[in-house]
Protein backbone atom coordinates (compact mmCIF):
# COMPACT_ATOMS: atom_id res chain seq x y z
CA UNK A 1 0.00 0.00 0.00
CA UNK A 2 3.07 2.47 1.11
CA UNK A 3 4.54 1.87 -2.67
CA UNK A 4 1.55 2.39 -4.29
CA UNK A 5 0.71 5.05 -2.46
CA UNK A 6 4.26 6.76 -3.19
CA UNK A 7 4.40 5.81 -6.65
CA UNK A 8 0.70 7.87 -7.03
CA UNK A 9 2.45 10.94 -5.60
CA UNK A 10 5.30 11.14 -7.82
CA UNK A 11 2.93 10.10 -11.04
CA UNK A 12 0.36 12.88 -9.79
CA UNK A 13 3.40 15.38 -9.15
CA UNK A 14 4.32 14.62 -13.15
CA UNK A 15 0.69 14.57 -14.50
CA UNK A 16 -0.18 17.69 -12.80
CA UNK A 17 2.92 19.18 -13.99
CA UNK A 18 3.05 18.55 -17.62
CA UNK A 19 -0.71 18.98 -17.35
CA UNK A 20 -0.32 22.75 -17.04
CA UNK A 21 1.85 22.91 -19.70
CA UNK A 22 -0.54 21.31 -21.84
CA UNK A 23 -3.23 23.60 -21.10
CA UNK A 24 -0.78 26.66 -22.23
CA UNK A 25 -1.22 25.30 -25.73
CA UNK A 26 1.87 26.03 -26.53
CA UNK A 27 5.62 24.65 -26.16
CA UNK A 28 7.34 26.06 -23.28
CA UNK A 29 10.44 28.26 -23.59
CA UNK A 30 13.01 26.90 -20.83
CA UNK A 31 15.26 30.27 -21.48
CA UNK A 32 12.69 31.62 -19.30
CA UNK A 33 12.97 28.45 -17.01
CA UNK A 34 16.83 29.28 -16.54
CA UNK A 35 15.94 33.07 -16.30
CA UNK A 36 13.38 32.57 -13.17
CA UNK A 37 16.19 30.69 -11.79
CA UNK A 38 18.74 32.71 -11.85
CA UNK A 39 17.00 35.09 -10.19
CA UNK A 40 16.26 32.73 -7.61
CA UNK A 41 20.16 32.54 -7.19
CA UNK A 42 20.95 35.58 -6.73
CA UNK A 43 17.85 36.10 -4.07
CA UNK A 44 19.72 33.05 -2.46
CA UNK A 45 23.21 34.98 -2.11
CA UNK A 46 21.60 38.41 -1.10
CA UNK A 47 19.97 36.44 1.79
CA UNK A 48 16.64 36.54 0.87
CA UNK A 49 15.69 32.63 0.87
CA UNK A 50 11.56 33.04 1.24
CA UNK A 51 11.79 34.88 -2.06
CA UNK A 52 14.25 32.37 -3.86
CA UNK A 53 11.80 29.43 -2.72
CA UNK A 54 8.84 31.62 -3.96
CA UNK A 55 10.79 31.79 -7.18
CA UNK A 56 11.67 28.07 -7.24
CA UNK A 57 8.15 26.98 -6.15
CA UNK A 58 6.32 28.68 -9.10
CA UNK A 59 8.55 28.21 -11.82
CA UNK A 60 9.03 24.37 -11.34
CA UNK A 61 5.10 24.46 -11.63
CA UNK A 62 5.01 26.52 -14.64
CA UNK A 63 7.72 23.69 -16.53
CA UNK A 64 7.15 20.18 -17.00
CA UNK A 65 11.13 19.05 -16.75
CA UNK A 66 13.01 20.84 -13.76
CA UNK A 67 16.76 20.40 -13.97
CA UNK A 68 17.66 18.14 -10.72
CA UNK A 69 20.48 20.73 -9.87
CA UNK A 70 17.96 23.02 -9.15
CA UNK A 71 15.66 20.75 -7.34
CA UNK A 72 18.72 20.12 -5.19
CA UNK A 73 19.70 23.97 -4.59
CA UNK A 74 16.11 24.60 -3.58
CA UNK A 75 15.58 21.64 -1.54
CA UNK A 76 18.52 22.97 0.38
CA UNK A 77 17.12 26.14 1.01
CA UNK A 78 14.04 24.95 2.35
CA UNK A 79 15.84 22.96 4.87
CA UNK A 80 18.17 25.72 5.99
CA UNK A 81 14.82 27.81 6.70
CA UNK A 82 13.05 25.17 8.47
CA UNK A 83 10.66 24.24 5.31
CA UNK A 84 11.13 20.46 5.66
CA UNK A 85 7.85 19.83 4.00
CA UNK A 86 8.66 21.87 0.74
CA UNK A 87 12.37 20.68 1.18
CA UNK A 88 11.11 16.86 0.79
CA UNK A 89 8.78 18.48 -2.26
CA UNK A 90 11.89 18.97 -3.85
CA UNK A 91 13.69 15.80 -3.08
CA UNK A 92 11.11 14.67 -4.62
CA UNK A 93 11.14 16.36 -7.74
CA UNK A 94 14.74 16.12 -7.84
CA UNK A 95 15.06 12.40 -7.74
CA UNK A 96 12.37 11.59 -10.76
CA UNK A 97 14.42 13.94 -12.54
CA UNK A 98 17.29 11.84 -11.96
CA UNK A 99 18.70 13.52 -9.38
CA UNK A 100 21.18 10.60 -7.49
CA UNK A 101 20.17 9.46 -4.08
CA UNK A 102 23.90 8.90 -3.21
CA UNK A 103 24.45 12.54 -3.85
CA UNK A 104 21.71 13.26 -1.37
CA UNK A 105 22.98 10.55 1.52
CA UNK A 106 26.28 12.59 1.06
CA UNK A 107 25.16 15.89 1.96
CA UNK A 108 24.71 15.82 5.62
CA UNK A 109 22.30 18.92 5.58
CA UNK A 110 19.78 17.19 3.45
CA UNK A 111 20.31 12.99 4.24
CA UNK A 112 17.75 13.81 7.24
CA UNK A 113 15.39 15.14 5.13
CA UNK A 114 15.40 12.25 2.84
CA UNK A 115 14.82 9.67 5.87
CA UNK A 116 11.58 11.34 6.51
CA UNK A 117 10.85 10.23 2.80
CA UNK A 118 9.32 6.76 2.63
CA UNK A 119 11.51 4.14 0.69
CA UNK A 120 8.81 2.76 -1.44
CA UNK A 121 8.42 6.67 -2.38
CA UNK A 122 11.69 6.99 -3.41
CA UNK A 123 11.98 3.63 -5.14
CA UNK A 124 8.35 5.30 -7.40
CA UNK A 125 10.27 8.08 -7.83
CA UNK A 126 13.44 6.45 -9.49
CA UNK A 127 10.99 4.59 -11.98
CA UNK A 128 9.41 7.86 -12.86
CA UNK A 129 12.75 8.82 -13.77
CA UNK A 130 13.69 6.00 -15.59
CA UNK A 131 10.75 5.99 -17.73
CA UNK A 132 11.73 9.87 -18.72
CA UNK A 133 15.13 9.16 -20.05
CA UNK A 134 16.24 7.70 -23.60
CA UNK A 135 18.25 4.14 -22.64
CA UNK A 136 19.27 4.34 -25.89
CA UNK A 137 20.71 7.77 -26.15
CA UNK A 138 22.03 7.04 -22.31
CA UNK A 139 24.03 3.84 -23.46
CA UNK A 140 25.55 5.35 -26.84
CA UNK A 141 27.05 8.36 -24.99
CA UNK A 142 28.45 7.07 -22.00
CA UNK A 143 30.11 4.44 -24.30
CA UNK A 144 31.54 7.76 -26.30
CA UNK A 145 33.01 9.26 -23.30
CA UNK A 146 34.49 6.01 -21.82
CA UNK A 147 36.64 6.03 -24.78
CA UNK A 148 37.13 10.06 -24.55
CA UNK A 149 38.30 9.38 -20.92
CA UNK A 150 40.56 6.73 -21.75
CA UNK A 151 42.14 8.53 -24.53
CA UNK A 152 42.89 11.83 -22.22
CA UNK A 153 43.72 9.42 -19.43
CA UNK A 154 46.86 7.81 -21.42
CA UNK A 155 48.00 10.30 -23.68
CA UNK A 156 48.86 13.95 -24.25
CA UNK A 157 46.28 15.19 -26.90
CA UNK A 158 47.30 18.52 -27.24
CA UNK A 159 49.20 21.05 -28.42
CA UNK A 160 52.21 22.34 -26.40
CA UNK A 161 52.03 25.50 -24.95
CA UNK A 162 49.36 28.47 -25.02
CA UNK A 163 45.83 27.61 -24.69
CA UNK A 164 43.99 24.30 -25.40
CA UNK A 165 45.02 23.23 -29.02
CA UNK A 166 44.38 19.45 -29.71
CA UNK A 167 47.27 17.94 -31.66
CA UNK A 168 46.27 17.14 -35.45
CA UNK A 169 46.73 13.32 -34.92
CA UNK A 170 43.41 13.26 -32.81
CA UNK A 171 41.37 15.68 -34.97
CA UNK A 172 39.85 12.92 -36.95
CA UNK A 173 39.05 10.81 -33.11
CA UNK A 174 37.02 13.95 -32.29
CA UNK A 175 35.36 15.20 -34.76
CA UNK A 176 33.77 10.97 -35.31
CA UNK A 177 33.01 11.12 -31.56
CA UNK A 178 31.24 15.10 -32.36
CA UNK A 179 29.50 13.40 -35.05
CA UNK A 180 28.00 10.41 -33.31
CA UNK A 181 26.89 13.36 -30.62
CA UNK A 182 25.08 15.30 -33.50
CA UNK A 183 23.44 12.01 -34.80
CA UNK A 184 22.02 11.38 -31.02
CA UNK A 185 21.00 15.02 -30.93
CA UNK A 186 18.96 14.88 -33.74
CA UNK A 187 17.26 11.80 -33.33
CA UNK A 188 16.69 12.32 -29.19
CA UNK A 189 17.88 15.28 -28.36
CA UNK A 190 21.46 16.80 -26.55
CA UNK A 191 22.05 13.63 -24.46
CA UNK A 192 22.45 15.60 -21.44
CA UNK A 193 20.19 14.92 -18.43
CA UNK A 194 17.36 15.82 -19.81
CA UNK A 195 17.50 13.09 -22.45
CA UNK A 196 20.91 10.91 -21.13
CA UNK A 197 20.00 11.06 -17.23
CA UNK A 198 22.43 11.63 -14.74
CA UNK A 199 25.39 10.16 -13.68
CA UNK A 200 25.61 7.38 -11.20
CA UNK A 201 28.38 5.63 -9.91
CA UNK A 202 28.08 2.28 -12.02
CA UNK A 203 29.09 4.71 -14.73
CA UNK A 204 32.62 4.87 -14.06
CA UNK A 205 33.00 7.99 -16.00
CA UNK A 206 32.85 10.44 -13.64
CA UNK A 207 31.80 11.14 -9.47
CA UNK A 208 28.12 10.73 -9.10
CA UNK A 209 26.29 13.57 -9.70
CA UNK A 210 22.87 15.27 -11.11
CA UNK A 211 25.67 17.29 -13.39
CA UNK A 212 25.08 15.13 -16.77
CA UNK A 213 28.40 16.31 -18.37
CA UNK A 214 28.63 12.97 -21.15
CA UNK A 215 28.78 14.81 -24.15
CA UNK A 216 30.30 18.29 -22.74
CA UNK A 217 34.05 17.31 -22.54
CA UNK A 218 33.89 15.49 -26.21
CA UNK A 219 33.09 18.64 -27.38
CA UNK A 220 35.24 20.58 -25.34
CA UNK A 221 38.09 18.32 -26.34
CA UNK A 222 37.90 18.83 -29.80
CA UNK A 223 37.86 22.68 -29.62
CA UNK A 224 36.07 23.72 -32.16
CA UNK A 225 32.51 22.11 -32.29
CA UNK A 226 30.97 24.84 -32.12
CA UNK A 227 30.92 25.73 -35.98
CA UNK A 228 28.67 22.83 -36.39
CA UNK A 229 26.57 22.29 -33.11
CA UNK A 230 25.81 26.81 -32.70
CA UNK A 231 22.93 26.72 -34.43
CA UNK A 232 20.89 23.24 -33.08
CA UNK A 233 22.52 23.99 -29.45
CA UNK A 234 20.50 27.10 -29.59
CA UNK A 235 17.42 25.17 -30.23
CA UNK A 236 18.24 22.48 -27.32
CA UNK A 237 18.73 25.17 -25.08
CA UNK A 238 15.46 26.40 -25.11
CA UNK A 239 14.15 23.08 -24.94
CA UNK A 240 16.13 22.17 -21.76
CA UNK A 241 17.95 19.27 -23.60
CA UNK A 242 21.13 21.70 -22.38
CA UNK A 243 21.49 24.04 -19.77
CA UNK A 244 22.89 27.62 -20.22
CA UNK A 245 26.18 26.72 -18.76
CA UNK A 246 26.74 23.83 -20.71
CA UNK A 247 26.00 26.06 -24.48
CA UNK A 248 28.35 28.45 -23.16
CA UNK A 249 31.01 26.93 -22.04
CA UNK A 250 31.42 24.71 -25.24
CA UNK A 251 30.93 28.05 -27.09
CA UNK A 252 34.26 29.21 -24.91
CA UNK A 253 36.04 26.22 -25.89
CA UNK A 254 35.65 27.40 -29.44
CA UNK A 255 38.77 27.08 -31.82
CA UNK A 256 41.36 27.92 -28.55
CA UNK A 257 40.43 31.40 -28.23
CA UNK A 258 41.03 33.13 -24.56
CA UNK A 259 38.52 35.72 -23.55
CA UNK A 260 40.32 38.55 -25.11
CA UNK A 261 40.11 37.08 -28.53
CA UNK A 262 36.66 36.76 -28.38
CA UNK A 263 36.17 40.83 -27.36
CA UNK A 264 38.39 41.51 -30.22
CA UNK A 265 36.23 40.30 -33.31
CA UNK A 266 33.01 42.17 -31.56
CA UNK A 267 31.80 38.39 -29.87
CA UNK A 268 30.42 38.18 -26.31
CA UNK A 269 32.41 35.85 -23.80
CA UNK A 270 30.20 34.55 -20.21
CA UNK A 271 32.89 33.50 -17.85
CA UNK A 272 30.89 30.02 -17.87
CA UNK A 273 33.78 28.38 -16.51
CA UNK A 274 34.99 30.18 -13.68
CA UNK A 275 35.83 33.38 -12.48
CA UNK A 276 38.79 36.06 -13.10
CA UNK A 277 41.82 34.63 -11.70
CA UNK A 278 44.56 37.21 -12.32
CA UNK A 279 44.10 41.09 -12.07
CA UNK A 280 44.70 41.23 -15.73
CA UNK A 281 41.33 39.22 -16.25
CA UNK A 282 39.88 41.19 -13.54
CA UNK A 283 40.37 44.42 -15.29
CA UNK A 284 39.15 43.43 -17.92
CA UNK A 285 36.03 42.25 -16.60
CA UNK A 286 35.50 45.68 -14.61
CA UNK A 287 35.58 47.00 -17.34
CA UNK A 288 32.72 45.08 -19.25
CA UNK A 289 30.58 43.67 -16.30
CA UNK A 290 27.35 45.28 -17.35
CA UNK A 291 27.75 44.18 -21.03
CA UNK A 292 28.89 40.75 -19.85
CA UNK A 293 26.10 40.39 -17.29
CA UNK A 294 23.28 41.52 -20.24
CA UNK A 295 24.45 39.05 -22.03
CA UNK A 296 24.28 35.73 -19.45
CA UNK A 297 21.48 36.67 -18.80
CA UNK A 298 20.23 36.24 -22.28
CA UNK A 299 20.72 32.70 -22.28
CA UNK A 300 19.85 31.79 -18.68
CA UNK A 301 23.17 32.37 -16.59
CA UNK A 302 22.91 34.03 -13.06
CA UNK A 303 25.15 37.51 -12.91
CA UNK A 304 29.04 36.98 -12.67
CA UNK A 305 28.73 38.52 -9.47
CA UNK A 306 26.39 35.51 -8.16
CA UNK A 307 28.98 32.82 -9.77
CA UNK A 308 31.72 34.10 -8.31
CA UNK A 309 30.31 33.68 -4.96
CA UNK A 310 29.74 30.00 -5.74
CA UNK A 311 33.11 29.30 -6.42
CA UNK A 312 34.04 31.25 -3.69
CA UNK A 313 31.91 29.42 -1.37
CA UNK A 314 33.15 26.28 -2.86
CA UNK A 315 36.54 26.65 -1.89
CA UNK A 316 35.51 28.17 1.27
CA UNK A 317 33.92 24.80 2.18
CA UNK A 318 36.68 22.42 1.20
CA UNK A 319 38.84 24.02 3.43
CA UNK A 320 36.50 24.31 6.29
CA UNK A 321 36.47 20.19 5.78
CA UNK A 322 40.20 19.84 5.65
CA UNK A 323 40.78 21.90 9.00
CA UNK A 324 38.00 20.01 10.45
CA UNK A 325 39.66 16.63 8.77
CA UNK A 326 36.51 15.63 7.60
CA UNK A 327 36.07 13.53 4.14
CA UNK A 328 35.02 14.93 1.18
CA UNK A 329 31.46 15.24 0.19
CA UNK A 330 29.93 15.78 -3.43
CA UNK A 331 30.07 19.62 -3.55
CA UNK A 332 27.26 21.32 -6.13
CA UNK A 333 26.62 25.13 -5.87
CA UNK A 334 25.36 26.45 -2.70
CA UNK A 335 25.61 23.40 -0.60
CA UNK A 336 29.43 24.21 0.01
CA UNK A 337 27.95 28.15 1.58
CA UNK A 338 29.56 28.16 4.91
CA UNK A 339 27.22 31.17 6.22
CA UNK A 340 24.07 29.49 4.22
CA UNK A 341 24.92 26.32 5.93
CA UNK A 342 24.57 27.97 9.72
CA UNK A 343 28.82 26.53 10.05
CA UNK A 344 30.41 29.33 10.42
Not at 60 to 89: K, L
Not at 107 to 122: E, G, K, M, Q, Y
Not at 258 to 282: L, M, T
Request: charged content about 20%; hydrophobic content about 35%; overall charge positive.
Amino acid sequence: MKKLSGFLLCLFTLINTYGQSAESGQDKNYLNYYQAVARAEEAIVNGRYDSALTWYRHTFNQYPYNNPIDCYVAAQVAAYTGDTAHSEQFLRKGIQFGLPVYTILNNPHLATVLSRIDRSAIDSCLACYQKSIQPKARASVISLIKYDQLLVHTASIYEQGGYRKLKQEYRPIWDSLCRAIMQLTKEYGFPSQKIAGTQNGEDSCFVTSPHATFPLFILIHLGNAWKDFEAILWEELKKANITPQMYAVIYESSNGKEYRDFYANGSVFYFASRPCGDNHCKKFLKERMAKINQDRAKIGLCPYEVMDKKFTSTRNYHQWRRNKAEKPEAVFDFQCELNFQGKN
